[in-house]
């Protein structure tokens, strides 16, 4: 009896770990769009839509539990938040053109860090690391 119920609480709590990591694959999913949607901008208003709704997925994306190296992470974020509101204080200022710049900071960056946010394998959520 004590090892079903171990089994099922092992279980649930790998059920929970998965969840959280689909969680924050589905913010960085939509995080990539509001980013496509913000560089193929034509139009200011546009721009700012899609600028606005990347700053908040990626205030969103903070608070989500990451797999590893949290604090890196959030460094990362941080960093990614500092250049899109730039790129919307520019582009605001000086025009889309400008705006070039900081957006192509937030490509190196999603470079650098997203290997911190790959999914964890089967076998990790299962057993742990």
């Given at each position: 009896?004590?090892a079903?119920?171990?089994?099922?609480?092992?279980?649930?709590?790998?059920?929970?770990?998965?969840?959280?990591?689909?969680?924050?694959?589905?913010?960085?999913?939509?995080?990539?769009?509001?980013?496509?949607?913000?560089?193929?901008?034509?139009?200011?208003?546009?721009?700012?839509?899609?600028?606005?709704?990347?700053?908040?997925?990626?205030?969103?994306g903070?608070?989500?539990?990451?797999?590893?190296?949290?604090?890196?992470?959030?460094?990362?974020?941080?960093?990614?938040?500092?250049?899109?509101?730039?790129?919307?204080?520019?582009?605001?200022?000086?025009?889309?053109?400008?705006?070039?710049?900081?957006?192509?900071?937030?490509?190196?960056?999603?470079?650098?860090?997203?290997?911190?946010?790959?999914?964890?394998?089967?076998?990790e959520?299962?057993?742990?690391k």
């Amino acid at each position: 009896m004590k090892a079903v119920l171990l089994l099922i609480v092992l279980l649930f709590s790998q059920t929970v770990a998965a969840n959280d990591v689909s969680d924050l694959e589905k913010t960085m999913k939509n995080i990539g769009l509001a980013y496509k949607q913000s560089v193929e901008a034509t139009q200011l208003e546009e721009f700012n839509g899609a600028i606005d709704q990347f700053i908040g997925l990626i205030e969103q994306g903070k608070q989500a539990k990451f797999y590893k190296e949290a604090e890196k992470s959030v460094q990362g974020l941080d960093k990614v938040l500092v250049q899109a509101q730039l790129a919307k204080k520019v582009a605001n200022e000086q025009g889309l053109e400008a705006a070039k710049k900081p957006l192509k900071a937030i490509d190196n960056l999603r470079k650098k860090y997203h290997k911190l946010h790959e999914p964890p394998g089967f076998f990790e959520l299962l057993f742990g690391k």
